[in-house]
């Protein structure tokens, strides 16, 4: 039955990259088909996990992936009243907007009041020189508010990969102290650079493991690509924008891959991934324009004036949201 506890850890997705799928039946459907309800849930037994950086032990339930034993869909369940209340959390205090859980369009409110005083304050879009002062403003506003650079990234160095861990590192640096301190709770190792650059997750066997491109911003990028495994919660917030801006379309060839373009200023932040169309690259083409030009492109000009939406998101979630 739906409302046996056994789906508050077994709804999927259950693991990085879980394609599992699920349909529900009503009873009459359920008659048509021949099938009958099971009298009781499946086993919940689980096994032992330990943590190999904190060393903690704790039980997680057969068939799903440590850190994944909830169900992540719950949150849609409440529809309006989310709604609702983030259009009321946003001129809320501080402290209580910390112990709410907003939802993405309480992030995109309040990076939209960040996004006119940094802009105004930079002088205009079209001042000489408006990038270099944005940028400036974020970084010392991430640094002041959010603790940038005070926790170190635990990179560790695989094949051939010193440079590119210190690299990683560095990259790490720029961005929230809760998000870099939750990134270490997932073993990463950077191995020799690439022509592009890419992440590669982990497993139980294996440690994931980072290469990077020559391009400056192209670290950070993949960096957040470990972030989408150790904070999926993150991702959520551009996976559900992306979503929502291109219900309907269809998808098109993007990058060597396929996906949907939506009005995005790099056509490739709508490439898709796997038979769930996960749009992994939403939120680290978002923050690689941010904070950086993208292979000596500047695409910041073009965020503030042809999608503010997304540089909204990406503001908000920068200054307020918390692992």
Not at 168 to 197: C, D, T, Y
Not at 219 to 246: V, W
């Amino acid at each position: 039955r739906w409302d046996l506890p056994w789906w508050q850890t077994h709804a999927p997705p259950n693991g990085w990259n879980c394609r599992c799928t699920l349909q529900q039946f009503s009873e009459d459907e359920l008659g048509d088909l021949g099938y009958e309800v099971s009298p009781s849930s499946p086993s919940t037994h689980g096994c032992p996990w330990t943590n190999q950086r904190t060393g903690e032990t704790t039980m997680v339930p057969d068939g799903i992936d440590p850190g994944w034993d909830h169900n992540v869909g719950t949150a849609d369940l409440v529809g309006e009243s989310r709604a609702r209340l983030a259009e009321k959390v946003t001129s809320a205090p501080a402290p209580v907007r910390r112990q709410v859980d907003d939802d993405v369009d309480s992030y995109i409110a309040a990076g939209r009041r960040r996004r006119e005083r940094m802009v105004e304050a930079a002088g205009g879009v079209d001042a000489p020189g408006f990038e270099e002062r944005f940028r400036r403003d974020l970084r010392r506003g991430l640094v002041d508010e959010r603790g940038a650079g005070t926790v170190p990234a635990e990179i560790g160095v695989g094949r051939g990969g010193g440079r590119t861990a210190a690299r990683v590192r560095e990259a790490a640096q720029e961005l929230p102290a809760s998000w870099v301190r939750q990134g270490n709770s997932v073993p990463v190792n950077g191995i020799r650079g690439s022509k592009r650059g890419f992440y590669r997750p982990g497993g139980d066997r294996w440690t994931a493991e980072i290469s990077v491109a020559s391009d400056v911003g192209n670290p950070l990028h993949e960096y957040h690509h470990h972030l989408q495994r150790a904070i999926p919660g993150l991702d959520a917030h551009f996976a559900k924008l992306h979503r929502r801006r291109t219900a309907g379309e269809r998808r098109v060839a993007i990058g060597g891959g396929v996906g949907r373009e939506d009005e995005y200023v790099r056509p490739y932040t709508g490439r898709e991934y796997g038979r769930v169309e996960a749009p992994l690259e939403v939120l680290t083409m978002a923050m690689q324009m941010t904070f950086h030009p993208v292979w000596r492109r500047e695409h910041l000009w073009d965020l503030v004036r042809k999608d503010p939406e997304l540089l909204d998101l990406s503001l908000g979630v920068l200054f307020h949201y918390d692992p």
